[in-house]
């Protein structure tokens, strides 16, 4: 059974008439509208018979629920009933992912939250609405599409997780479920259901929805660092912004109370001189697993982008990765009143990595991050999946600059003109890259102080990418620099003394035979 709006293709992105003005404003952006997941970078999985689970129900006519209702043994683990196989045949009821058994619903205009989905008929408690449907996508392309995204400047986020390996994207295909807005008091939620041997997700009414009311479910989404983002649900206990029941917003955030207000500090950043050098930002910045670079050469900033999975026995909820509607400037000063919210006994932990992770501390990796803020949110207490290097006991992080090789001089010594031009051409191009780097800095450099005295102020992107990218020149040449003179050193032979040579030639004391 399809909605009424559902067979109307208006949201397809390919039956859409040339938008004008006026549809713009009636209607959501386009996209495709689908009712079943896409596959993007596997196919549908084929299931086994031997892993096809067949109940044990047996239909009788003087009672509908007989045929695969609440108590059939497929029902209780989640899991649809294979049609061939349900011993109920065509009055199996447990096939409703299927046969997109969805409750009616319509869309509408919301304040300030873009479209929202409302109940177009009473929808029962424990009822199935409908299967937030997408394109299924590995992490890293959802990090990768998180990333296309943001530069887009898309608003809103479609994202959500799946598995750890897996999520589902809706912003270009998808269902009316892509609509559905967070509460932080949802009448519904998200379950996963094994549908043909993949997972799917549905939304279902937590509770007695009447018609007309909007649907909502709670993201359940992790702060951890970026803009905060005011949460517009409206309700008594809405905790004011996107993620802020979560670990890392409460510990990155003072908050008191003041009769009927509740005041948010945020945390001020401390502001270090001597590490003002540029190198050392560097190396502060560029813990290799926060800062990636994909084949092309480009930085990958939405690293911030982290899901994970809430699992509860049989249902497990699932997590939206969000795109703030807008991010909150907290003007000038670092005071935000929030509105008064009730203490949520359950707020969840996260693992302790995740604030570390994404440690503010610094200005210029913390902008970046606030520049990914809509990916900012990591979803649910699941593991974050990426390791990152720990910083020594002392809380600083370990300096590769102090080991420096004297390059000419290692040249010097080796015996082949060519490989001490390679040498010597991958050291002018490091000293470059270095001195581009310099000069960069001092460039930004008024941009960066004033961010870091006023942590609300905004490194443009293209600062911060162009940062990063002398930043990566300087590695790459480093690294370029350091790896032909370890392959010359130790497969070209090295100069030796010229007996015949006068010695008032090359000073002998020159040519050395350095252990390497
Ligand atoms: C899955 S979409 C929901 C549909 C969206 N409103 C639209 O117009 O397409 C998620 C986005 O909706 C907005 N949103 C959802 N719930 C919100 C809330 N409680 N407060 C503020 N914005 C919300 C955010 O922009 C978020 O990134």
Same mark, same amino acid.
């Given at each position: 059974?399809?909605?009424?709006?559902?067979? &109307?293709?208006?949201?397809?992105?390919?039956?859409?008439?040339?938008?004008?003005?006026?549809?713009?404003?009636?209607?959501?952006?386009?996209?495709?509208? &689908?009712?079943?997941?896409?596959?993007?970078?596997?196919?549908?999985?084929?299931?086994?018979?031997?892993?096809?689970?067949?109940?044990?129900?047996?239909?009788?006519?003087?009672? =509908?629920?007989?045929?695969?209702?609440?108590?059939?043994?497929?029902?209780?683990?989640?899991?649809?009933?294979?049609?061939?196989?349900?011993?109920?045949?065509?009055?199996?009821?447990?096939?409703?992912?299927?046969?997109?058994?969805?409750?009616?619903?319509?869309?509408?205009?919301?304040?300030?939250?873009?479209?929202?989905?409302?109940?177009?008929?009473? &929808?029962?408690?424990?009822?199935?609405?409908?299967?937030?449907?997408?394109?299924?996508?590995?992490?890293?392309?959802?990090?990768?599409?998180?990333?296309?995204?943001?530069?887009?400047?898309?608003?809103?986020?479609?994202?959500?997780?799946?598995?750890?390996?897996?999520?589902?994207?809706?912003?270009?295909?998808?269902?009316?479920?892509?609509?559905?807005?967070?509460?932080?008091?949802?009448?519904?939620?998200?379950?996963?259901?094994?549908?043909?041997?993949?997972?799917?997700?549905?939304?279902?009414?937590?509770?007695?929805?009447?018609?007309?009311?909007?649907?909502?479910?709670?993201?359940?989404?992790?702060?951890?660092?970026?803009?905060?983002?005011?949460?517009?649900?409206?309700?008594?206990?809405?905790?004011? /912004?996107?993620?802020?029941?979560?670990?890392?917003?409460?510990?990155?955030?003072?908050?008191?109370?003041?009769?009927?207000?509740?005041?948010?500090?945020?945390?001020?950043?401390?502001?270090?001189?001597?590490?003002?050098?540029?190198?050392?930002?560097?190396?502060?910045?560029?813990?290799?697993?926060?800062?990636?670079?994909?084949?092309?050469?480009?930085?990958?900033?939405?690293?911030?982008?982290?899901?994970?999975?809430?699992?509860?026995?049989?249902?497990?909820?699932?997590?939206?990765?969000?795109? =703030?509607?807008?991010?909150?400037?907290?003007?000038?000063?670092?005071?935000?009143?929030?509105?008064?919210?009730?203490?949520?006994?359950?707020?969840?932990?996260?693992?302790?990595?995740?604030?570390?992770? /994404?440690?503010?501390?610094?200005?210029?990796?913390?902008?970046?991050?606030?520049?990914?803020?809509?990916?900012?949110?990591?979803?649910?207490?699941?593991?974050?999946?990426?390791?990152?290097?720990?910083?020594?006991?002392?809380?600083?992080?370990?300096?590769?600059?102090?080991?420096?090789?004297?390059?000419?001089?290692?040249?010097?010594?080796?015996?082949?003109?060519?490989?001490?031009?390679?040498?010597?051409?991958?050291?002018?191009?490091?000293?470059?890259?270095?001195?581009?780097?310099?000069?960069?800095?001092?460039?930004?450099?008024?941009?960066?102080?004033?961010?870091?005295?006023?942590?609300?102020?905004?490194?443009?992107?293209?600062?911060?990418?162009?940062?990063?990218?002398?930043?990566?020149?300087?590695?790459?040449?480093?690294?370029?620099?350091?790896?032909? &003179?370890?392959?010359?050193?130790?497969?070209?032979?090295?100069?030796?003394?010229?007996?015949?040579?006068?010695?008032?030639?090359?000073?002998?004391?020159?040519?050395?035979?350095?252990?390497?």
């Amino acid at each position: 059974m399809y909605s009424s709006e559902e067979m &109307i293709p208006l949201f397809s992105s390919s039956s859409m008439d040339p938008p004008s003005q006026q549809r713009e404003e009636e209607q959501p952006p386009p996209y495709e509208h &689908i009712h079943q997941n896409d596959f993007f970078h596997r196919k549908h999985k084929k299931q086994k018979e031997e892993d096809i689970a067949v109940c044990v129900c047996k239909y009788d006519p003087s009672n =509908p629920e007989s045929a695969c209702g609440e108590r059939c043994l497929n029902v209780l683990t989640s899991t649809e009933c294979t049609p061939e196989f349900c011993p109920c045949g065509v009055f199996c009821k447990n096939q409703r992912f299927q046969k997109c058994e969805y409750a009616k619903t319509k869309l509408f205009k919301t304040e300030g939250r873009g479209w929202g989905l409302l109940a177009d008929e009473n &929808i029962k408690a424990g009822q199935f609405i409908i299967e937030y449907c997408g394109e299924v996508i590995s992490w890293k392309e959802a990090r990768r599409r998180s990333h296309t995204y943001e530069i887009q400047g898309l608003k809103d986020a479609y994202i959500i997780c799946l598995n750890a390996a897996e999520s589902i994207d809706a912003t270009v295909k998808g269902s009316h479920a892509r609509f559905i807005n967070h509460s932080c008091q949802p009448n519904c939620e998200t379950r996963k259901w094994n549908v043909l041997g993949e997972i799917r997700v549905g939304i279902f009414a937590k509770q007695d929805i009447s018609i007309g009311t909007e649907l909502a479910y709670d993201y359940n989404f992790e702060w951890y660092g970026g803009n905060k983002v005011r949460c517009l649900c409206g309700a008594a206990s809405c905790s004011g /912004f996107l993620g802020a029941k979560s670990r890392g917003f409460q510990e990155d955030t003072y908050l008191w109370e003041d009769d009927d207000d509740r005041y948010s500090v945020e945390k001020i950043p401390l502001y270090d001189s001597a590490e003002d050098e540029p190198f050392t930002k560097l190396l502060k910045s560029m813990d290799s697993s926060e800062l990636e670079i994909d084949a092309n050469g480009k930085n990958d900033f939405a690293m911030a982008l982290s899901v994970g999975v809430k699992s509860e026995p049989l249902l497990e909820s699932t997590s939206l990765v969000v795109q =703030p509607p807008e991010s909150v400037p907290m003007e000038g000063v670092v005071v935000n009143i929030v509105p008064k919210t009730e203490e949520n006994e359950d707020t969840k932990l996260y693992s302790q990595d995740t604030q570390q992770a /994404f440690s503010q501390k610094n200005a210029m990796i913390s902008r970046i991050k606030s520049n990914s803020a809509c990916r900012n949110y990591h979803i649910g207490p699941g593991p974050v999946p990426r390791k990152r290097s720990q910083p020594y006991s002392n809380g600083k992080l370990k300096n590769l600059a102090q080991k420096q090789v004297d390059a000419k001089h290692v040249a010097q010594l080796l015996a082949s003109k060519e490989a001490q031009e390679e040498i010597l051409r991958n050291e002018e191009m490091k000293r470059e890259a270095t001195s581009q780097l310099s000069s960069l800095y001092d460039e930004i450099r008024p941009a960066i102080e004033e961010h870091e005295r006023d942590n609300q102020d905004s490194v443009a992107t293209s600062v911060a990418e162009k940062w990063i990218e002398a930043c990566c020149l300087k590695l790459k040449t480093e690294f370029d620099m350091y790896s032909s &003179i370890i392959k010359n050193v130790a497969c070209t032979p090295r100069r030796t003394l010229d007996p015949v040579k006068p010695s008032g030639g090359d000073n002998p004391s020159d040519v050395k035979y350095l252990g390497f």
